[in-house]
């Protein structure tokens, strides 16, 4: 057994199942989660995908280019952006989770909502979805103990600070070790409560400067130790177009290098806005991991 091989077999033996209703979760390839943002003011693409045909749009072109996953989100998280209703939302997730379950009803589908309020209307309403929660339940105190009755999978991302203040002088000890012990601690709160069916997010540019997101790139392995699903979300940031000054639309190529370099790392789920583009990038990263020499 080559140490490619050795490497591909650690990484599926040692993560936890995670299960979505009656569905199991394959992370023996890593897997693409096509970004859907019903928002007018998202960093990237808000305003786009506000009307049902662009939002069917979108849908066909994140599932077409190959997405194993479609992350909605309703509530633009960028540095300062306005606080959203929660009936806004709600509604706001609804026509979409409804237009994806329309065309492709075996999607797997994930929203991005840090209100255990929210998730249990659309869960309730529309069936079981992934909770893809920013804040690891630091910002609704409620949301740990919904996510333990519903048992759906959750997107445990860290955050310092809300999206209105985060980026507002960010301070760590050591960032990697810092985020690690979040997890943690995080963790074991839920599975006091026998839950354990977490993905982990580092929460790439949420409440980090430039240098801190660059050293949580390169401690990746930190994480990767507690056994739990890596996702990764670095698609189109500040972290790319700040230290290449250029702009957002115009890093799709530093978005490709840091998806590889996550893919090495131990990436299990890539959170992206370019779906095709970071498939691609799976497909020649399996391959490298299955060559022989």
Partial sequence: MNRFEKKKRWRIETLKIIKLGEQELDFSVPMVMGILNVTPDS?????KYCSEVKIIERIHQIMEEGA???DVGAYSTRPGALPVEEKEEIGRLSLAVEL????YPKAVVSIDTFRSKVAEEIITC???VMINDISGGTMDEGMFDYVVRAGVPYIMMHIQGTPQTMQEHPVYKEVVADIRQFFVDRLALLNQQGF?????DPGFGFGKT???NYELMNGMDRFRELGYPLLVGVSRKSMIY???????AEALNGTT???TISLVKGANILRVHDVKEAVETVRIFKALSEASF
């Fill in 100 to 103: 994806i379950r329309k065309y």
């Fill in 210 to 212: 430039l240098a801190h």
């Fill in 68 to 70: 194993g996953m479609i």
């Fill in 126 to 128: 529309l069936g079981p």
């Fill in 196 to 200: 354990d069916n977490v993905i982990l």
């Fill in 257 to 259: 290098v840091l998806n």
């Fill in 43 to 47: 960093f990237y693409d808000g305003g």
């Fill in 242 to 248: 700040k230290l290449l000054g250029n702009t957002p």
